[in-house]
Nanobody
């Protein structure tokens, strides 16, 4: 059974930083394209950032220059460094793993990020 566990969310003031982590119980983590999504209240879930098995990254326009996605295959982990946070970044952040060759996909349970004074 594949499990993804996110951590690192919390309450932060505008302009602050948080680092999210996603640890996977996947035998061949290196075969999975990884991504972060977020869902704000009343809104659709949206892609925030992704990182391929080869290390290529992609970011939503709204977070470019502020967020950095990374992965550590040895630790079976993915990270999202979030800087210069804004109130509009408030959402539940989800980790997603998608097998590069079979397209099987798995989601974490989410971690709440709240940006407020």
């Amino acid at each position: 059974q594949v499990q993804l566990v996110e951590s690192g969310g919390g309450l932060v003031q505008p302009g602050g930083s948080l680092r999210l982590s996603c640890v996977a119980s996947i035998f061949t983590f290196s075969n999975y394209d990884m991504s972060w999504y977020r869902q704000a209240p009343g809104k659709e879930r949206e892609l925030v950032a992704s990182i391929s098995i080869g290390g290529s990254t992609n970011y939503a326009e709204s977070v470019k220059g502020r967020f950095t996605i990374s992965r550590d295959n040895a630790m079976k982990a993915m990270y999202l460094q979030m800087n210069s946070l804004k109130p509009e970044d408030t959402a539940v952040y989800y980790c997603k793993a998608r097998h590069h060759y079979t397209s099987s996909a798995y989601w974490g349970q989410g971690t709440q990020v709240t940006v407020s004074e």
